[in-house]
């Protein structure tokens, strides 16, 4: 399914984000997160041809027979996304965690526009940002730095599901389920986007008579 355009969004958001002040959202930020930022605890990266390594790891992630597999090669493919060979872009990063620890979102996303700038086809930097914009209730610049996510690594399960998660806010199911369903193309084994799917697609699409 090809990507949603910016122009799209840029006019659909105005009077989404009217919508979403009138109407509580099903999702909490905390799920959405959940989907967008790393686990804890990564395992080291293999050694190999980062995009080939990760082809590799994307073609097991959607055969893996049960949730535990699954798992054990999404964090692999978190690892790979994180790495970076830039000192630089490394202690910024840190710096990102400590700021969120202490709840300043502005100064995350100061240092995260610092390491765009530096390193612009560092996914994670793009989707770090993405989340803390998300964290803010700023959906728009959300989305559009998501779309930055998705144009360098349109597989980004994190960055779809996480689109998903705001789409829903907004109250566009439509939108929401199309995210959802791009990311359990990538990862079909992605925790509870499966469920959300069938709601979504009972709600949007009806039931099958």
């Given at each position: 399914m090809p990507p949603m355009s910016t122009r799209f969004w840029a006019a659909l958001l105005p009077a989404a984000l009217a919508a979403a002040m009138l109407l509580p959202g099903p999702a909490s930020a905390q799920t959405a997160r959940r989907f967008m930022e790393p686990p804890g605890n990564l395992p080291n990266l293999q050694r190999g041809d980062k995009a080939m390594s990760?082809?590799?790891?994307?073609?097991?992630?959607?055969?893996?027979?049960?949730?535990?597999?699954?798992?054990?090669?999404?964090?692999r493919i978190w690892s790979m996304w994180l790495a970076t060979d830039s000192?630089?872009?490394?202690?910024?990063?840190?710096?990102?965690?400590t700021a969120v620890d202490a709840k300043d979102l502005d100064l995350?996303?100061?240092?995260?526009?610092?390491?765009?700038e530096i390193k612009p086809d560092y996914v994670e930097a793009w989707n770090r940002r993405a989340t803390l914009y998300y964290m803010k209730k700023d959906y728009e610049h959300s989305i559009a730095?998501?779309?930055?996510?998705?144009?360098?690594?349109?597989r980004h399960f994190g960055a779809l599901s996480g689109l998903g998660m705001i789409f829903q806010e907004l109250g566009d199911d439509k939108s929401a389920l199309e995210a959802f369903r791009r990311a359990l193309a990538v990862h079909p084994h992605l925790e509870r986007i499966p469920e959300l799917v069938k709601q979504l697609t009972e709600k949007v699409e009806g039931r099958e008579i």
């Open positions: 990760l082809d590799r790891l994307f073609d097991a992630l959607r055969a893996a027979p049960d949730n535990e597999s699954a798992k054990y090669v999404e964090n000192d630089t872009t490394t202690l910024l990063m840190s710096r990102v965690k995350g996303i100061k240092l995260l526009s610092a390491v765009i730095d998501i779309e930055q996510v998705l144009k360098r690594e349109p």
